[in-house]
């Protein structure tokens, strides 16, 4: 838990407009998941611009940069997660497909709140 506490302050800092930004790794939700429970309570829809963060409140926005191909999406936190070390969120299909990060599956991000 300490060393998750650790990654996580080491990869945020603040941005110049006073807003938050942490680098890592995002993934994405398999279709398996597709109409779960998610840590809110809504269930989990593949083509809803929602995603999974450790600590973030539910219902933060977060602005998601593919820094691969510079595409960004919005998305809405619901959920817990990752939960694979150097990984910082996970995506829904919809929003790891504004990105094209589905034929990689993982690809590097920057994240804005």
Request: positive net charge; hydrophobic residues 35%; glycine residues 8%.
């Amino acid at each position: 838990m300490l060393a998750t506490i650790l990654l996580l302050s080491s990869c945020a800092s603040i941005s110049h407009n006073g807003g938050r930004s942490e680098k890592g790794l995002a993934s994405y939700y398999a279709n398996k998941f597709n109409g779960r429970k998610t840590a809110s309570g809504e269930r989990y829809s593949h083509s809803k611009l929602t995603a999974a963060h450790r600590t973030l409140p539910f219902g933060t926005i977060v602005k998601v940069e593919n820094l691969k191909n510079g595409k960004t999406v919005k998305v809405r936190i619901n959920d817990r997660g990752p939960f694979v070390s150097g990984r910082v969120i996970d995506l829904s299909k919809k929003a790891a497909r504004k990105i094209n990060m589905i034929q990689e599956g993982i690809v590097p991000v920057r994240l804005k709140y």
